[in-house]
């Protein structure tokens, strides 16, 4: 079942809306409170203002920085840094900033992004060291890339334990909470997964079929009390380089659903924009694996890796992307599937872990579908960080494949827990981490913490 959000796609009223884009967020809520006092007040325009509220509150939570804040911040780890340069990264928009009542705020990782999106940054703020960690896991993606395209397929066996922890001054001892974690989803690249242990009896469990599987717990609260679940799951990669002139515009039914092709309100929509932008990037060609690799090439080659904020503060999330031409893993994703179903291919999402031996982190992908081939792999953060850095190798391979170490939560966008939330989600549009509530309210962000640790991963003959 799909979370129904279409109402992001209204317009606020002009006031309000001029309000939000300056960042003038006490007046804009004391507006909309009187608005919804208002019986007239379309229900539809009520949720869109509702929203308008959350979306400001996520929005002062994660631009906090002035710029002065921002500027000291960094020059505290890169010292050689002028404020020339820092005036420079904010132009060319790799340090992500807004207004707060009328004045320039920058995000809270705007620095994280910038060490992380510009090598020559991050080697000055830590020397050999990072450049040694970055090699370290270059070499490690390369060597398993290339055996993989040697013997044709590589497998890994891996365990992990994920931890949701929870502390408040607000809630009372003994209130009931409700916790879902997540789960592995059936299909590949995961052959097989099994839950080794929970901390906590479940209520449930979802389906291996459902789009965002969980564990749901209902458990009484107690200060920092944590949940965990022990995982064990292996994977398969096997290669197989597509080639155009095999390639066919065949959608079998057993293999493909109305839902790989359809619009999802509000952010997998087909607008005109998308629409004339899709048209240029894959040109004339009816051939539908040229056109997944055109779009994947625009997304990779001509857009920019950015940390963003809140999925939840952004009304439209592909229109974001195509319209400031930046975006991180799950952002890229998004539009290389809503393209790709724009022009006729299937394309579906998938979401979780990347759990190499040297680091790992949440993350985010494509599938999409060309016959004779299947449902083939598309990561677009991972090749566009490959052709920034030259890899012409990686930059290829990361479109149709995968490597091997991946432990996908989520097979859909936007899906329905089992059982649903009943309060607004912190991430209402996927699943990597885990969510929790009280019975009289949702958490605050700094009321939860969330980790996971990789006990094992080893090749599999």
Not at 39 to 57: D, G, I, M, Y
Not at 107 to 133: D, H, P
Not at 178 to 188: A, C, D, E, T, Y
Not at 193 to 204: K, N, T
Request: charged share 25%; hydrophobic share 35%.
């Amino acid at each position: 079942m799909t979370i129904n959000l279409s109402y992001l796609g209204y317009p606020l009223p002009n006031d309000i809306a001029m309000l939000e884009a300056s960042g003038h967020f006490e007046e804009m809520n004391r507006l909309i409170d009187l608005m919804l006092q208002k019986s007239n007040t379309p229900s539809a325009l009520r949720k869109r203002l509702e929203f308008a509220r959350v979306c400001a509150e996520d929005t002062l939570n994660a631009y906090r920085l002035t710029e002065d804040e921002a500027f000291a911040g960094a020059k505290s780890s890169i010292p050689d840094l002028t404020r020339a340069e820092f005036n420079q990264l904010t132009d060319d928009r790799t340090l992500d900033w807004r207004l707060i009542d009328g004045v320039r705020h920058y995000r809270n990782n705007c620095l994280s992004n910038l060490l992380r999106t510009r090598s020559e940054y991050a080697v000055r703020e830590k020397g050999l060291a990072v450049q040694m960690e970055h090699d370290a896991e270059t070499h490690a993606l390369d060597e398993i890339i290339q055996d993989i395209q040697k013997n044709g397929s590589a497998a890994m066996h891996m365990e992990m334990q994920e931890c949701i922890e929870i502390s408040s001054s607000r809630l009372t001892p003994g209130e009931p909470l409700r916790i879902w974690l997540p789960l592995p989803v059936q299909g590949k690249p995961v052959v097989h997964a099994e839950i080794l242990g929970m901390s906590h009896q479940p209520v449930s469990i979802a389906p291996e079929t459902a789009p965002q599987r969980t564990a749901y717990f209902e458990l009484p609260y107690s200060d920092g009390m944590k949940v965990t679940v022990d995982l064990a799951w292996d994977t398969e990669m096997h290669y197989k380089k597509p080639d155009p002139a095999l390639a066919t515009a065949d959608l079998p039914a057993e293999d493909v659903k109305d839902e790989d092709l359809a619009e999802i309100e509000p952010h997998v929509v087909f607008k005109p924009y998308l629409r004339a932008l899709t048209q240029e990037i894959i040109g004339s060609t009816d051939n539908p694996l040229i056109k997944a690799r055109r779009i994947y090439d625009f997304i990779t080659t001509q857009c920019t890796y950015r940390f963003m904020p809140s999925y939840r503060s952004i009304p439209d999330i592909v229109g974001h992307f195509c319209s400031n031409l930046r975006g991180d893993c799950g952002v890229q994703a998004l539009t290389f599937i809503t393209m790709c179903r724009c022009c006729g291919i299937p394309a579906r999402w998938q979401s979780g872990l990347y759990t190499a031996p040297v680091s790992s982190g949440m993350h985010d992908w494509a599938m999409f579908y060309v016959a004779p081939y299947g449902w083939m792999f598309a990561d677009c953060s991972f090749g566009g960080s490959a052709y920034r850095t030259g890899s012409t190798m990686r930059h290829d391979f990361y479109f149709g494949h995968l490597d091997p170490w991946r432990l996908p939560f989520a097979s859909g966008f936007q899906a329905e827990f089992i059982p649903p939330m009943s309060f607004m989600r912190y991430d209402p549009y996927d699943n990597q981490v885990g969510e929790a509530e009280a019975v009289s309210g949702r958490l605050l962000a700094d009321e939860i913490d969330h980790s996971h640790r990789l006990i094992t991963c080893m090749r599999r003959d």
